[in-house]
């Protein structure tokens, strides 16, 4: 068991959710990149743990981002949802209301 | 401190008058907050409540001064103390300063005369300028006036001396620029303050290094100290003298800043009577003989040697200049103004040559004959001459309808002048007299040829004002006796004045016609006749030709210096202690005169005092001759260039300037005759140039455009200097910088402004970049 | 330092916080009711007044150099901080002097609003502005002292940005960010000095006793960032920029305790908190601060005789007068900090004073450019006395209060404290007394353009004007002219003399102008026990 093999697994994972928060215009697929972000870290944290078996700091620590992101996608969705009944778009690109 | 102490102590010597001598200012200075408060409302505008006033206060002067006199007598022999009173006024650490008196002689007599002057010109004013539309106002000032004066003169440390200082100062501004609807007469009351104010830079210095030198600025304190040489270094004290000196000059209309004198006769004549004679411009002379011993001591007057000092330089070039100035003025108002700087100017020569008797009484005298010649002047202009003071266009012959102003005029000009056995002549003759027996033999010069000057323009003037064929508003007023009195009226009609006009008709209706005299009314003539017997009987209170030491006697405590008992040995005494000084310490000695002269006070520490001043000499007519001589000579010969410059009258005169003329002027002795005969503004022109054209033109030259623009030039340059530090350093180079902080940050704002785009994606890309770049880093950190 | 005393400690909590209470009420009723705000507030600060006039019937004249009616609280304990306040008698004046002008400035506001209306904003900024002010000078901790100091700033910052004039903005910011630049670096030096005394309290007895150990070189350091600091406030040239600015744009009232009460905080600071607890930092930076006084004495007089604008000119005089009173204080001798503090009163007084008449002459005008004043004391003779009667003033004429805040300060250049450098002080001091007369120039000038001569005709009813002309030559005819506007009064009616509310504000800043001047042992009686004990404090902090 490697730990190598985790993390290029969770690179991979946090690479795609890079790349989609900043390709993508559709708001529901940043949310989900961003989720791909999360779980790529939470691979991480649970390999470490792993790693190590006596402390279970990781573990906490992963099912707190777990409980986390729920919300975060709890919220998200329904922000997007209001801007999508106000705005009938969810495209990032055309929310921009600064005068930059 | 300790001044509880002292007046304990003199609280059974001393008489009443003597122990509230405070009252003499502080009621002036009541009556002016009641005047200003409720003047308008009283029935006679306030004026009632600066007389009464001034009577009090004269009446307190002159009891202190009788008391003054016992305790003189009685005293006898002995060192007569001070009465002196303080309360403290404010004390700061070990710095402590009181509010209240401290009497001597000097004092005694400034009292005196200020408060009878006063209440004189007060009264005078009551006339002047009745119906005048800021009549309250004129009396709160007047009053204030000569409360600042008096607070002054009682002062029994310089910080009592610089209130009543200022407080005149301030009182001038307004009782110059009275009138100041016009333009002229405001910039006359700001240049009077002004250029006081320049001096009185001196006076704060000065008073600074007093306190520095000697740590108290107690005038007893220091005057004690100063005469008993316990001082650090004599260039200080030097140096403190000069800075009082320059607000002397200032004050006292000395030259180089007397132009503000002139220009001060803007104000009502009461105000120029009252300011010129005892109050205001004697200030600084007061201040010198106040602080003699700082004065003496600090300058060396009366040193081994000693040709000329600052205080008698100033004074004597100040005699001179004012003296030939006074040839060239039309205006007679301006004419008894240079009059005064020069009289200033012998007062501070006395004081400089040592003769602190003679200075203190010629104030005391010139107060008495200058305050009359002009309430004259008033007198004529309020009733001959129709508010014109131009003794060419406006005057003349007048003397036969206005015989006590006439009178009282020819009293003071001969006093003026020092003809003998009136006041001006014991004074002036003592300072003289003082110079050439101090051994200030250029003074001497100065002096005589003061005296000669003074008698000439002073004869000029009167035969101006009062003789030859009537002229302008004089002819209008001349002319009453051919017409009817109902001529006057129409007279003041044309000229617009009807509050005077008014009070002038009842006068001529009330007078019998056609050949009884036509003087102003009482309350102007009075004060007039008081003055005039004054001008000759005041010189009886000092009078060294009938052997009267009066006055003498009464100040000579207030010198802070003895006497140096016997002029010569003295003399002797202390060349031999200098000699001695530098035999034993030659590197004192080497340094230079000043150390040298304070090594020699140190060496004669033993001998009891260190410092005197010379005993006035003895008087005798041979001495007194050729000064008497020069005044006789100047008063015939500007009599026979009057009769014959301006009366057009021959007499051996006539032909003295024609030679004289035709020698100096290429143009030949018709040419003049032609030119004397008709044209007047000429005069000017001939006088000037047979008695002093050169001196005059150019000291006048000098006056207007040398000091004058000087003044201005300050003033402009002040300004100039103002706006260009305004406009360059201020607005750009600091008010910039601080600019340009801000203009920096809101640059810089909108240069990383695009950054702020608001969309998700630009962010998430710069966030995930910056955290790239930052693990980059940190793995190469840590590799 | 002379032990505190605890008596009646209930005086100056109330004196500081009442006027919070007037806020708190004027909060509940509604901005319209205009008349109601502002007899609220007038209430509100004629009761701190009285409390005010209390306190100077309870405080004990023969111990004022101790902190009376002390308090000593816990406050953050966390950083050390108590609330500690104490009044003695360096601070009581200036703390008296807040309650007195505030109470008859909003006397003055019932009549002269300034035109953005709004009295319950305007008045509830000017009650909490007073609770900074009073509470500044009643500090005994560094922390509080700081607390208080800031408040006062975001009030004056409203007053000036929202009821100022055209370039409100511009000023206000100005003012907000210099000051708020050199309470940055105060706050720091203030910390460090805390530290650097050994960090166990911010009470101004502690740092007495403990800020004079510190090392030399620390100690100028830290006075460098005070200096900055309170020089801003006070302003000292070269940061005096502000200033003009500030007073020119701020309604009078801003004006009037920008003047009185807040350029006063700064040399309050040096005097209370930089000297004494830095006395080695203080006597490196005497002669810097001695410089930079002298050279804002002739400065802001060449200022003022360059300005065209009457209130510009008053408010560079200011930086002149401030001058005196930064000379005073670095001479480090009694005599001239008495002097100081002194000024600071008379200047509190008298410039007050001159915004006041500059405040009242632009509400009667619409203008205060000098080239068209004119003639003042003919359209409006009362008010043209007092004007006349605040230049002399303001010039020191001896008799009215400025002379006691200039020339105490002139004696005292001569000898200055603890080995200073006498021939700099001496040359100081004859710059200083040429800017005596630079402002008998400079004053006296303005009196005769505004005050002097004949009224502008632009300002004159018709009837005047055909007056105007002939007037000028004779009194009789002035004093005809002047009947005649009586007459008329109906065409001049925008120009009236001094009003009943104007005389009510005002007397009694005359009156103290007259009597400080005439017994000035009134106050020196009062500060001198509290700053000789300051000096020997210093002095005994030096090597």
Request: with cysteine.
């Amino acid at each position: 068991m490697y730990a190598a093999n985790f993390l290029v697994l969770a690179a991979a994972l946090f690479c795609f959710g890079v790349f989609g928060v900043i390709a993508r215009k559709n708001a529901v697929m940043v949310l989900m990149s961003i989720e791909l972000i999360l779980n790529s870290v939470n691979l991480n944290l649970v390999a470490f743990a792993l790693m190590n078996s006596v402390a279970i700091d990781g573990h906490v620590f992963a099912l707190f981002v777990i409980a986390i992101a729920a919300a975060e996608v709890g919220v998200g969705l329904a922000m997007v949802l209001m801007i999508y009944r106000n705005r009938r778009t969810i495209a990032l690109d055309e929310l921009s209301e600064m005068k930059g | 401190m300790l001044f509880a102490a002292e007046t304990a102590e003199l609280g059974h010597s001393a008489g009443w008058f003597l122990e509230q001598a405070y009252l003499i200012p502080l009621i002036p200075a009541i009556a002016f907050f009641i005047i200003i408060f409720v003047g308008k409302r009283l029935p006679w505008g306030g004026s009632e409540v600066g007389l009464i006033s001034m009577v009090s206060s004269l009446v307190i002067a002159v009891g202190a001064a009788m008391q003054w006199i016992d305790r003189v007598n009685a005293g006898h022999g002995e060192e007569i103390e001070p009465v002196i009173r303080q309360w403290t006024w404010w004390q700061s650490g070990l710095v402590e300063f009181g509010v209240g008196q401290h009497i001597d002689g000097l004092a005694i007599m400034a009292l005196v005369l200020v408060t009878f002057i006063s209440t004189l010109v007060q009264l005078y004013s009551t006339e002047y300028v009745k119906g005048d539309r800021r009549y309250t106002h004129f009396f709160a000032s007047l009053t204030l006036f000569s409360a600042g004066m008096l607070a002054m003169v009682l002062a029994p440390n310089m910080v009592q001396l610089i209130l009543g200082w200022e407080i005149m100062g301030l009182c001038s501004f307004l009782l110059i620029g009275h009138w100041w609807e016009e333009r002229a007469n405001s910039e006359a009351a700001l240049k009077a303050f002004w250029t006081v104010r320049v001096g009185d830079m001196g006076l704060l210095i000065g008073t600074a290094m007093l306190l520095g030198i000697f740590g108290t600025l107690d005038i007893k304190g220091i005057n004690a100290a100063a005469a008993a040489g316990e001082f650090d270094s004599q260039r200080t004290l030097m140096l403190a003298a000069i800075a009082l000196f320059i607000a002397c000059i200032g004050k006292s209309g000395q030259f180089p800043l007397h132009t503000w004198l002139p220009d001060a006769m803007a104000g009502p004549t009461p105000v120029s009577s009252l300011l010129h004679s005892s109050t205001m411009v004697v200030a600084g002379v007061f201040l010198v003989a106040r602080l003699y011993p700082v004065f003496h001591v600090g300058l060396e007057i009366n040193a081994v040697g000693q040709s000329f000092n600052l205080i008698a330089l100033i004074g004597g070039i100040t005699i001179l200049v004012a003296a030939a100035l006074a040839f060239v003025q039309n205006d007679i108002k301006k004419v008894l103004a240079y009059s005064t700087v020069s009289q200033l100017g012998y007062m501070m020569m006395g004081l400089g040559v040592g003769a602190w008797t003679g200075a203190v009484f010629h104030i005391f005298t010139h107060a008495f004959f200058k305050c009359c010649l002009f309430l004259c002047a008033g007198s004529i202009s309020h009733t001959a001459s129709h508010h014109s003071f131009d003794m060419k266009k406006d005057m003349g012959g007048i003397w036969k309808k206005m015989p006590i102003t006439f009178g009282a005029w020819m009293i003071s000009t001969a006093a003026l002048a020092g003809i003998p056995f009136t006041a001006g002549f014991f004074s002036k003759d003592e300072i003289i007299d003082s110079a050439k027996h101090n051994d200030y033999t250029i003074f001497y010069f100065v002096g005589i040829i003061g005296a000669f000057m003074t008698a000439a323009y002073m004869t000029r003037a009167t035969y101006l004002t009062f003789f030859g064929q009537p002229r302008g508003a004089a002819a209008h007023f001349m002319g009453v006796e051919d017409h009817s009195a109902h001529h006057a009226g129409d007279v003041h009609a044309i000229d617009d004045h009807d509050d005077h006009g008014h009070d002038d008709h009842e006068i001529a209706h009330g007078r019998p016609f056609p050949f009884a005299p036509f003087d102003s009314g009482w309350r102007i003539t009075a004060p007039l006749i008081v003055l005039g017997v004054l001008a000759v009987g005041a010189g009886y209170l000092n009078a060294p030709a009938l052997d009267i030491h009066w006055f003498e006697h009464q100040t000579e405590s207030s010198i802070g210096l003895p006497f140096a008992e016997h002029e010569e040995e003295v003399t002797e005494e202390a060349a031999a202690v200098t000699e001695l000084a530098a035999g034993a310490d030659g590197t004192v000695a080497a340094e230079d005169s000043g150390d040298e002269e304070h090594a020699a006070e140190e060496g004669g520490e033993h001998a009891d005092p260190i410092y005197s001043v010379p005993e006035p000499p003895k008087f005798s007519w041979s001495a007194a001759a050729p000064g008497l001589i020069l005044v006789a000579l100047g008063g015939l010969i500007s009599l026979g260039l009057s009769l014959a410059v301006f009366g057009k009258r021959k007499n051996p005169f006539s032909m003295f300037v024609g030679l004289t003329e035709r020698n100096k002027v290429a143009g030949g002795i018709h040419n003049f005759l032609v030119n004397k005969l008709y044209l007047d503004h000429l005069y000017e022109n001939i006088i000037v140039r047979w008695v002093a054209h050169p001196l005059s033109r150019a000291a006048y030259w000098v006056n207007q455009n040398v000091i004058d623009t000087t003044v201005d030039g300050v003033g402009k340059a002040g300004k100039n200097t103002g706006d260009w530090v305004y406009r360059n350093i201020d607005q750009r180079v600091v008010d910039g910088a601080v600019n340009a902080s801000g203009v920096a940050a809101s640059e810089s704002g909108h240069a990383l402004q695009p950054i702020q785009s608001g969309k998700v994606n630009q962010y998430g890309a710069l966030l995930f970049g910056a955290a790239a770049v930052a693990a980059i880093v940190l793995i190469i950190t840590n590799v | 330092m002379t032990a505190p005393t605890y008596a009646d400690n209930w005086i100056l909590i109330v004196g500081t916080f009442l006027p919070l209470v007037g806020v708190a009420i004027m909060m509940f009723v509604p901005a319209a009711e205009q008349a109601l705000h502002k007899q609220i507030a007038i209430v509100t600060s004629g009761a701190t007044l009285a409390v005010g006039i209390y306190t100077l019937i309870k405080f004990d004249y023969n111990n004022s150099a101790a902190q009376q009616f002390a308090v000593n609280e816990e406050w953050i304990s966390v950083i050390k901080s108590g609330f500690t306040i104490g009044l003695d008698g360096i601070s009581l004046p200036l703390y008296f002097l807040s309650m007195c002008v505030t109470f008859l400035v909003v006397i003055y506001t019932y009549d002269n609003m300034p035109d953005a209306g709004n009295p319950k904003s305007f008045l509830s900024l000017m009650l909490v502005l007073q609770v900074g002010m009073a509470g500044s000078f009643i500090a005994q901790d560094l922390i509080l002292f700081f607390v208080f100091f800031e408040v006062v700033l975001l009030p004056m910052y409203f007053m000036i940005g929202v009821w100022g004039g055209e370039q409100r903005q511009y000023a206000s910011l100005k003012f907000f960010l210099y000051t708020m630049f050199g309470s940055a670096l105060m706050l720091v030096a203030f910390l460090a000095l805390f530290f650097q005394a050994g960090g166990e309290s911010f009470s101004f007895a502690y740092l007495y006793e403990m800020g004079a150990s510190i090392d030399k070189d620390v100690q100028i350091w830290l006075f460098a960032g005070m200096f900055i600091g309170f020089a801003v406030k006070v302003p000292m040239f070269p940061f005096h920029t502000w200033l003009p600015d500030a007073h020119t744009q701020a309604p009078t009232q801003g004006s009037v305790i920008l003047a009185a009460i807040l350029l006063k905080l700064g040399t309050y600071g040096f005097v209370r908190i930089a000297i004494p607890m830095l006395p080695q930092g203080a006597l490196a930076w005497a002669p810097v601060i001695g410089i930079l006084a002298v050279i804002g004495i002739i400065y802001g007089a060449l200022g003022c005789l360059a300005q065209t604008d009457m209130k510009r000119l008053i408010a560079f005089s200011s930086v002149a007068h401030m001058g005196f009173v930064m000379l005073g204080i670095s001479t480090l001798t009694p005599l001239g900090i008495n002097a100081a503090l002194f000024g600071m009163v008379a200047h509190g007084l008298i410039t007050g004073m001159l915004f006041f008449i500059a405040g009242s002459v632009k509400h009667r005008y619409h203008t205060l450019e000098i080239k068209r004043l004119r003639g003042m004391l003919i359209q409006m003779p009362k008010m043209g006395w007092i004007l006349g009667f605040c230049a002399m003033a303001s010039l020191g004429l001896p008799g009215l209060a400025g002379f006691w805040g200039e020339f105490p300060a002139i004696l005292a250049t001569y000898q200055p404290g603890f080995g200073l450098s006498e021939p700099l002080y001496r040359t100081l001091m004859v710059i200083a007394a040429l800017g005596t007369v630079l402002a008998a120039g400079y004053l006296l000038w303005l009196y005769q353009r505004t005050a002097m001569g004949e009224p502008n005709p632009e300002f004159m009813s018709h009837t005047d004007h055909g007056h105007g002309g002939h007037a000028a030559h004779s009194l009789s005819a002035a004093a005809n002219q002047h009947d005649d506007h009586d007459d008329h009064d109906d065409h001049g009616a925008d120009i009236e003399d001094v009003t009943l509310l104007e005389w009510v504000s005002w007397t009694p800043f005359l009156a103290a102008i007259v009597v400080f001047g005439v017994y000035p042992q009134l106050m020196f009686k009062l500060m001198d026990p509290a700053v000789t004990q300051l000096v020997n404090h210093v002095g005994a902090g030096l090597p």
